[in-house]
């Protein structure tokens, strides 16, 4: 996965360059990745250093919580619900595989999934749904709903690629784009799709950080890579 990750990113900086140079600044398409830096009275402000320290605060916050409930996914659970997150339980997880989702942590949807999750979840149509969790029954397994988790959390903090559209693209031009997705990327898009890989990654370096300290960081990201929500 990371392999391909790196050699989306690559393409996607030569098409950024090519694009700053032939599209017009009065097109109003601005960054909206955090890293950048912003010039003004001769002070330079590096915003990514700012990103950076704020996502280092978000995941100090995180293993807090962790620890407060021992790691243990269902009582996080209830926190999440807590939080305003509602968490369902489905009985298949390939009934997710449709809307090309999978269980745990699923953002807010539109449109027709939107109307798919809400008669799997609730039995009930919507057009619109708020982030959830959707999970099979059974023991869950901690490495893959760390993951899920840090993504949520970092979801309720605004965090740059941590938004439907963003992971959207993402999952389209790492499993299904051709040539002609690339030829008609946008400079907006491209941004998008570098905030969702660099979220991504950050969200597998923090399982490895934290469940190495357990079963060792290759056994967690093979269980990572094998998981699934649940065992």
């Known amino acids: 996965m990371?392999?391909?990750?790196?050699?989306?990113?690559?393409?996607?900086?030569?098409?950024?360059?090519?694009?700053?140079?032939?599209?017009?600044?009065?097109?109003?398409?601005?960054?909206?990745?955090?890293?950048?830096?912003v010039y003004g009275n001769g002070v330079m402000l590096n915003l990514e250093n700012l990103a950076d320290s704020e996502k280092q605060k978000m995941e100090e916050e995180l293993e807090q919580i962790l620890k407060n409930y021992n790691y243990?996914?269902?009582?996080?659970?209830?926190?999440?619900?807590?939080?305003?997150?509602?968490?369902?339980?489905?009985?298949?997880?390939?009934?997710?595989?449709?809307?090309?989702?999978?269980?745990?942590?699923?953002?807010?949807?539109?449109?027709?999934?939107?109307?798919?999750?809400?008669?799997?979840?609730?039995?009930?149509?919507?057009?619109?749904?708020?982030?959830?969790?959707?999970?099979?029954?059974?023991?869950?397994?901690?490495?893959?709903?760390?993951?899920?988790?840090?993504?949520?959390?970092?979801?309720?903090?605004?965090?740059?690629?941590?938004?439907?559209?963003?992971?959207?693209?993402?999952?389209k031009f790492l499993f299904s784009a051709d040539d002609d997705d690339f030829s008609k990327l946008q400079l907006e898009d491209i941004y998008k799709l570098k905030d969702a890989i660099k979220q991504d990654k950050a969200s597998i370096d923090f399982v490895l950080k934290l469940c190495g300290k357990y079963d060792g960081a290759k056994n967690a990201l093979k269980k990572l890579k094998d998981g699934g929500a649940n065992l």
């Open 72 to 171: 243990t996914p269902e009582l996080i659970l209830d926190y999440v619900k807590n939080q305003g997150t509602p968490v369902f339980y489905i009985q298949n997880a390939k009934s997710l595989y449709a809307i090309g989702e999978n269980e745990g942590f699923i953002y807010p949807q539109k449109g027709c999934k939107a109307l798919y999750l809400s008669l799997l979840t609730e039995k009930i149509t919507k057009l619109n749904t708020k982030e959830m969790f959707v999970l099979t029954k059974g023991e869950i397994n901690k490495f893959y709903f760390i993951y899920n988790l840090y993504n949520w959390y970092a979801f309720k903090h605004n965090i740059a690629g941590i938004d439907a559209e963003s992971q959207a693209l993402l999952n």
């Open 2 to 37: 990371s392999i391909f990750k790196n050699i989306i990113y690559f393409v996607l900086s030569v098409q950024e360059k090519f694009l700053m140079k032939s599209l017009n600044k009065t097109l109003g398409i601005k960054n909206k990745s955090k890293a950048k830096k």
